[in-house]
């Protein structure tokens, strides 16, 4: 009892406002200055951020470090171990992290409503959710070379990377748990755990490499492996956390309560997974696309080594993207609606101006960015002069995803898949195509087209934040905790 009063001590000091004293405390802050106001959302923001980046890097830097290894062992080991993790993996990636980022809704408004309990249950149904949607998605596994074939990928490649994404099967599973233990923890404000395991995850990453690839001789299938094991070791050390003792408030063992209102739970989780994988998959399209364009080899490379350096940039705004979703879930939860308006802007201003620095270096550093993948000189050129490109995607990229926690936080999800699939689908895509082969700009010119959807896409949702209506959201938040939430049985007591 003694850390559980401890623990809901130091929430209480992290939660802006509960229910019953939220009156009471915006009028205190009213009187603020922006000044005063800032550093303390600010404060607020990075206890979330911080930590998140940081487990974010470091997880990402995992699929870093397997691509690295692959990539010194030869150009169609590196093409295939980057479609695999790009393509193939980060199919289901992009669903299965769209479908967790349900709990950001819910968990996050739950904690801020003080409905502890309800937290752990959530988490359950999630883990329901995401074990069966994982099972149905291992045909992606198990018949990736034909479908690789079909769609224009030279048969070499193919052939390779369909061995690779079978031995990838494992980590596709890992998905399902990690996500939503992630989420879980994140809503708690207990991001640092996940910042601690993560480089764990890393450190044995690095080491099971080195030791399958070169010291075992075992290849790509080698670094494969050590993938597998390294997202398990993930997961397992989180469920350690939290199974005994690290969440007292939030985890009271299984409850049967996970089986309930599990197809309500699905339509949210859907449209949550729809809205994120729209998003994760259609960079991931621009290199299926470039497959189909003059030495296609050479492209395939350069373009991966890209999309690994933006991703890697990428898991900041990410982190942004949880931690303004959780800002703005807590305070709508507590009822504060100008509390989440103004979370939602300060979240925006931070991720810009780091985006803006990232921007920088890239063009700065532009002739050195293949150093860590590839020593060929043909990609190492190839990717000098797709890094103007990077620079925009990340400058954009840093404003986007902030939008979308906002989206995420106040479980208005649905809208913006609407706005991803028209914005990338309708208008990205298209346009790469024309000003790829059209006007013969080959890869250039399909990322151009591409970056001009995430344009659009960023402005609509900027438009969409600005206009909305954030009292009722607030209502609305209160109304879905009550809908989802039961009462706590240690509360009857």
């Given at each position: 009892m003694g850390s559980a009063n401890r623990d809901e001590e130091f929430n209480e000091t992290l939660l802006p406002h509960s229910v019953s004293n939220g009156i009471a405390k915006r009028g205190v802050e009213?009187?603020?200055?922006?000044?005063?106001?800032?550093?303390?959302?600010?404060?607020?923001?990075?206890?979330?951020?911080?930590?998140?980046?940081?487990?974010?890097?470091?997880?990402?830097?995992?699929?870093?470090?397997?691509?690295?290894?692959?990539?010194?062992?030869?150009?169609?080991?590196?093409?295939?171990?980057?479609?695999a993790l790009n393509v193939i993996a980060g199919f289901d990636f992009g669903l299965l992290l769209g479908m967790a980022s349900a709990l950001e809704t819910l968990c996050g408004q739950a904690f801020g409503a003080k409905r502890y309990h309800m937290l752990g249950v959530y988490m359950q149904r999630s883990w329901i959710v995401l074990f069966l949607c994982s099972v149905l998605l291992l045909p992606l596994y198990t018949f990736a070379s034909p479908l690789l074939k079909l769609l224009g990928q030279p048969d070499d490649v193919a052939e390779q990377t369909g061995l690779v994404s079978l031995w990838f099967i494992p980590m596709h599973f890992s998905f399902a748990f990690l996500f939503p233990l992630q989420r879980f923890l994140q809503c708690q404000t207990k991001a640092g755990v996940l910042a601690w395991v993560s480089f764990l995850s890393l450190g044995v990453d690095l080491l099971l490499s080195w030791l399958f690839v070169y010291k075992f001789d075992f290849g790509v299938v080698g670094a494969a492996v050590a993938l597998d094991i390294s997202w398990w070791v993930f997961v397992i050390a989180l469920l350690g956390y939290t199974f005994w003792g690290g969440c007292p408030l939030t985890w009271k063992g299984f409850s049967m309560e996970a089986f309930s209102g599990l197809w309500e739970f699905l339509k949210l989780s859907a449209a949550s997974g729809v809205?994120?994988?729209?998003?994760?998959?259609?960079?991931?399209?621009?290199?299926?696309?470039?497959?189909?364009?003059?030495n296609a080899a050479i492209a395939v490379d350069a373009l991966s080594i890209c999309m690994g350096i933006n991703g890697w940039e990428m898991m900041i705004p990410v982190a942004f993207f949880a931690a303004t979703g959780v800002r703005v879930a807590n305070e709508l939860g507590a009822g504060n609606a100008k509390g989440a308006k103004f979370a939602t802007k300060v979240s925006v201003v931070h991720s810009t101006i780091i985006g803006i620095v990232f921007c920088v270096l890239v063009i700065?550093?532009?002739?050195?960015?293949?150093?860590?993948?590839?020593?060929?000189?043909?990609?190492?050129?190839?990717?000098?002069?797709?890094?103007?490109?990077?620079?925009?995607?990340?400058?954009?990229?840093?404003?986007?995803?902030?939008?979308?926690?906002?989206?995420?936080?106040?479980?208005?999800?649905?809208?913006?898949?609407?706005?991803?699939?028209?914005?990338y689908y309708l208008v990205g895509v298209p346009l790469g195509v024309v000003m790829g082969?059209?006007?013969?700009?080959?890869?250039?010119?399909?990322?151009?087209?591409?970056?001009?959807?995430?344009?659009?896409?960023?402005?609509?949702?900027?438009?969409?934040?600005?206009r909305r209506d954030w009292k009722k959201e607030a209502e609305k938040a209160t109304m879905h905790v009550n809908k989802w939430s039961s009462p706590d049985p240690d509360d009857q007591s």
């Open positions: 009213d009187d603020k200055d922006i000044k005063t106001r800032i550093w303390i959302e600010s404060k607020k923001l990075w206890i979330i951020a911080g930590p998140s980046i940081f487990a974010r890097l470091a997880a990402y830097s995992m699929n870093v470090v397997t691509q690295a290894f692959a990539g010194h062992l030869g150009e169609v080991e590196l093409a295939s171990i980057s479609i809205m994120l994988c729209l998003e994760n998959w259609y960079y991931r399209i621009l290199i299926l696309m470039t497959a189909n364009i003059k700065v550093l532009r002739d050195q960015l293949s150093l860590i993948f590839s020593s060929s000189t043909a990609v190492m050129k190839a990717v000098e002069n797709l890094s103007y490109l990077l620079a925009v995607t990340i400058l954009f990229n840093s404003v986007q995803p902030v939008l979308s926690g906002v989206a995420v936080g106040s479980g208005w999800q649905a809208w913006v898949a609407y706005i991803n699939l028209g914005c082969w059209v006007f013969d700009m080959g890869v250039k010119g399909i990322w151009s087209g591409m970056i001009f959807g995430t344009a659009v896409q960023t402005i609509v949702l900027a438009i969409i934040t600005m």
